[in-house]
């Protein structure tokens, strides 16, 4: 491999990893599309692991087996009767519930604001019927309370709740005509996103009862999609005993609906650094399931285990519902693989050991961008021995040069005599023509592992370095960074050797680190400043390597 093109070999495949990403999502193979109507599809028997009846938010369910009603399209964009409306406030959310089925329609995360400094907090669940982004959850079943004829009307005490103290108790009440009393608490606690939703049902009638918990959530497909250098994901996701994470996007839901049955699990939906989840009850067999209504909405939820309500008794069910930022740490403690939805990709492993160096780097400079410095300079020291393997390989190339344009001389066209004279060489001269590869190749999955740890984790978002550099996980509002990093790409590639002849080749070297610096402009300023800082530490290196290669009677030049 000829010198000047080792380091940009880094930068080219990670573009070309990124464009055959987004090439797969424009052009890839697309699922089939169901011509079948959604409410025509009902069951020759009744099914026992899809609920039979789960309401969509403002209309009943009409479609049989289908666990979401295929009326969605009737959600206004804001919901119609305000005085169904429950407002709760804590000190991380800022919630709207609605008392015709006690859905979660809208969810503001208080401490997480649309752009840095703007008063207005960032919705994670809405109402609009355009950006539809609800939680549902209801009783199914054989007594069921969440029918196709219509919801239960909660009532509730008061139309405002705010957390004054380290717990917060929402409950909404509803009662039958038989006497069946139903209790939906919902269960916030100071400084945490996930909320206990609990069932108390209080069977007054004289039969038994029986009933099943179902959640989900529903979300439009269309949507705000993920650029080719910022391959964020949107859409579905899931976890059961055997798997701990499952990504299943909308594409997946559109092609055929997630059936799964598992003891614990969880279903969620995801959107770059924030995630929404049901988590059912750990220590039950839960169904997973989802669907998709015209094309248009999507779904994904649980339906937990049947519940027995003897006469005259009490019996209590409840799940969780997390809405907020993806916390590794929070995610962690409230469902086994829940921390996996920060999604580092393949190279998740590598990718979480350097996000808890550098969040155990950044506890100690309290500054996110010094962290970023800081791991590189680690990162790189630690590779050093690689890179001056590679560099003193290429280095024993260049210096057979005059011996293999000798070869070329000898034997011509002949590439059989050539090879077998070529290999002769490298075991004579005792060098590893793949040398100057190999260790290229081992930093690769440290330099993409990092690169995913920059994009996805959320500590990153609106995270300020210095001066002009406010938020690292936008671009340089001025692309000081980016043109920075275009001239040290351009310096590394002139302290190089240009061993290539042709001028068409060395004009494109040379404007190579110019192209590559475009892409630059539109990345995050955190990993912008990652890249220069790699720049920089790899021209140093260079500098020593080819020192000690020449104090050594090895050419550089």
Not at 95 to 122: C, E, H, M, W
Not at 214 to 222: D, N, P, R, T, V
Not at 469 to 495: A, N, R
Request: aromatic share 10%; with cysteine.
């Amino acid at each position: 491999m000829e010198s000047q093109r080792s380091f940009l070999l880094i930068g080219l495949a990670l573009v070309s990893f990124l464009l055959w990403q987004q090439w797969q999502v424009d052009y890839g193979p697309k699922p089939v599309q169901s011509t079948q109507n959604v409410e025509s599809v009902t069951p020759s028997t009744p099914s026992s692991d899809i609920p039979t009846s789960v309401p969509s938010a403002t209309a009943p369910n009409t479609s049989g087996d289908v666990p979401v009603s295929d009326n969605v399209a009737q959600v206004s964009p804001v919901v119609s009767n305000s005085n169904s409306l429950v407002k709760v406030t804590t000190d991380t959310l800022d919630l709207l519930i609605d008392t015709r089925g006690g859905d979660v329609v809208s969810a503001n995360l208080v401490k997480f604001p649309v752009t840095q400094g703007s008063n207005d907090s960032y919705s994670l669940l809405r109402p609009d019927s355009n950006s539809l982004y609800i939680a549902q959850s209801g009783l199914i079943g054989r007594d069921a309370i969440d029918t196709p004829k219509g919801r239960p009307a909660y009532v509730t005490a008061q139309q405002q709740y705010s957390l004054q103290n380290d717990q917060l108790i929402v409950p909404l009440k509803w009662t039958s005509a038989d006497g069946l009393v139903v209790t939906k608490s919902f269960i916030f606690t100071r400084g945490h996103h996930e909320v206990k939703v609990e069932y108390s049902l209080e069977n007054n009638t004289g039969s038994d009862k029986q009933f099943q918990q179902y959640a989900q959530l529903k979300q439009s497909i269309e949507g705000q999609e993920s650029s080719m250098f910022m391959p964020t994901y949107r859409g579905g996701a899931y976890s059961t005993q055997e798997d701990q994470y499952s990504k299943f996007s909308f594409d997946d839901m559109e092609d055929e609906r997630l059936n799964q049955t598992t003891l614990g699990g969880w279903s969620g939906m995801l959107e770059h650094y924030f995630v929404s989840a049901w988590v059912p009850p750990q220590d039950q067999t839960n169904q997973l399931y989802s669907a998709t209504i015209q094309g248009r909405y999507a779904a994904i939820g649980f339906k937990g285990q049947t519940v027995d309500v003897p006469a005259g008794s009490t019996t209590t069910i409840s799940s969780t519902l997390y809405m907020g930022p993806k916390d590794q740490d929070s995610l962690a403690k409230i469902a086994k693989g829940l921390d996996l939805t920060v999604d580092y990709g393949p190279l998740w492993m590598i990718s979480q050991v350097l996000f808890t160096l550098l969040q155990w780097i950044q506890s100690i400079v309290i500054n996110w961008g010094l962290a970023i410095i800081v791991i590189t300079i680690i990162v790189k020291g630690a590779m050093y021995p690689l890179t001056k393997k590679q560099y003193e390989s290429m280095a024993k190339m260049r210096n057979l040069a005059p011996k293999m344009a000798q070869l070329k001389e000898r034997f011509g066209d002949d590439r059989q005599k050539m090879s077998q004279a070529m290999m002769e060489m490298y075991k004579k001269e005792k060098v590893n023509p793949m040398g100057g590869c190999f260790p290229l190749l081992l930093q690769m999955p440290i330099f993409l592992a990092l690169y995913w740890v920059l994009l996805e984790s959320v500590e990153l978002r609106h995270a300020d370095f210095i001066f002009w550099i406010t938020d690292l996980s936008v671009k340089d509002p001025y692309f000081v960074l980016p043109i920075l990093t275009g001239l040290s790409m351009y310096l590394l590639q002139k302290l190089q050797p240009m061993t290539v002849q042709d001028p068409m080749q060395q004009k494109i070297m040379q404007w190579m680190p110019v192209a590559m610096s475009l892409f630059f402009f539109i990345f995050p300023a955190g990993l912008v400043l990652y890249w220069l800082i790699s720049n920089i530490i790899t021209l140093i290196q260079a500098k020593i390597i080819y020192s000690s290669m020449e104090k050594r009677g090895l050419k550089t030049k």
